[in-house]
């Protein structure tokens, strides 16, 4: 087999196990392995020089494999890249696997099968990251070149995302779709809590960078073809169209607002921990609203959110 440039990081505190998944793919071409003992020494080496796949133990003292996916995830925000995470583990069961999954893990393997497994995963997880960060960098790209074009009309320069102006017409496009196929138009209103002072505390450059990374972790969490923009500096809005009205419910975007509320998002000056406020409206067929008014209403139930923590629902009348 030709030899493979794919960056790969194996974290393993036993030496044994790294030493049989470096020598494994060695033996299928892959040239470009690094080897860590432990979580906190794979971090130092992440910050050094990033990888496209991590291999990873789940159980590891100190830092195990979903902290240290965990912060992998942060590193990608602050650096626009994606990082395939893969974990070897001996643990069954769907409940182990679904907490894992909704911590940001792309894979395992099972370290009973790692000789059947492990080479087919990676070559997967190569195939994946290679596309994911072509994507990613191609989307910066277009961000750039919006800056430059200063197209400020509909687009938000620092994001990438659309602005109201933006918003209002793919909320109209939304609602068209509800009354003439049926389902549900959806807005969830999303605001970074304490906008004013987080910007006081740590200044206008950090803030950016704070909300750049809230941003890219904003649409890590959503489906591709779902419609974000950010309204106010600190007011972004997520626009739906869902087939089926049950779908539509604060529910429905739980995993959303727990990826945006329960991981610190990492800048040039560390770590920072952020709270945001969710408020979801829906329209149906049936109901005659616009969309100015809907993305206006969309706005009243972000206090009582950030009070009870939790996603609180509008309705359309009243």
Same mark, same amino acid.
């Given at each position: 087999m030709n030899d493979r440039d794919v960056s790969i990081l194996v974290v393993d505190d036993a030496k044994f196990s790294s030493a049989v998944v470096g020598r494994t793919l060695k033996a299928a071409g892959y040239t470009d392995i690094?080897?860590?003992?432990? +979580?906190?020494?794979?971090?130092?080496?992440?910050?050094?020089?990033?990888? +496209?796949?991590?291999?990873?133990?789940?159980?590891?003292?100190?830092?195990?494999?979903?902290?240290?996916?965990?912060?992998v995830r942060q590193l990608d925000e602050s650096t626009n890249r994606y990082t395939y995470v893969i974990l070897l583990t001996a643990?069954?069961?769907?409940?182990?696997?679904?907490?894992?999954?909704?911590?940001?893990?792309?894979?395992?393997?099972?370290?009973?099968?790692?000789?059947?497994?492990?080479?087919?995963?990676?070559?997967?997880?190569?195939?994946?990251?290679?596309?994911?960060?072509?994507?990613?960098?191609?989307?910066?790209?277009l961000i750039d070149a919006n800056a430059r074009l200063r197209k400020q009309t509909t687009i938000d320069p620092l994001t990438g995302y659309g602005n109201r102006h933006y918003a209002l017409r793919r909320l109209d496009d939304a609602l068209r779709q509800a009354r003439q196929r049926g389902g549900a138009a959806c807005v969830l209103m999303i605001r970074i809590d304490h906008y004013a002072e987080h910007e006081s505390r740590h200044g206008k450059a950090l803030m950016q960078q704070l909300v750049l990374a809230f941003s890219r972790r904003l649409r890590q969490l959503v489906r591709p073809m779902d419609i974000l923009a950010r309204i106010t500096p600190d007011h972004f809005c997520l626009i739906t169209h869902q087939p089926e009205a049950a779908n539509a419910t604060p529910g429905s975007f739980r995993?959303?607002?727990?990826?945006?509320?329960?991981? +610190?998002?990492?800048?040039?000056?560390?770590?920072?921990?952020?709270?945001?406020?969710?408020?979801l409206i829906r329209a149906l067929e049936k109901d005659e609203i616009d969309a100015e008014l809907m993305l206006t209403r969309s706005m009243r139930g972000l206090d009582a959110s950030r009070d009870s923590k939790r996603i609180t629902e509008q309705a359309i009348a009243g």
């Open positions: 690094r080897h860590a003992s432990s +979580a906190s020494a794979a971090l130092k080496l992440l910050e050094e020089r990033p990888v +496209a796949v991590l291999v990873a133990d789940w159980l590891m003292p100190e830092m195990d494999g979903l902290e240290l996916t965990r912060r643990r069954e069961g769907v409940s182990a696997l679904k907490t894992a999954f909704d911590e940001g893990v792309d894979d395992f393997v099972n370290k009973s099968a790692m000789n059947d497994q492990l080479l087919p995963r990676v070559m997967a997880a190569e195939r994946i990251t290679r596309l994911h960060n072509r994507v990613l960098i191609e989307n910066q790209r995993r959303l607002y727990d990826g945006l509320n329960h991981r +610190a998002y990492k800048t040039a000056g560390g770590f920072f921990q952020m709270s945001v406020s969710a408020s």
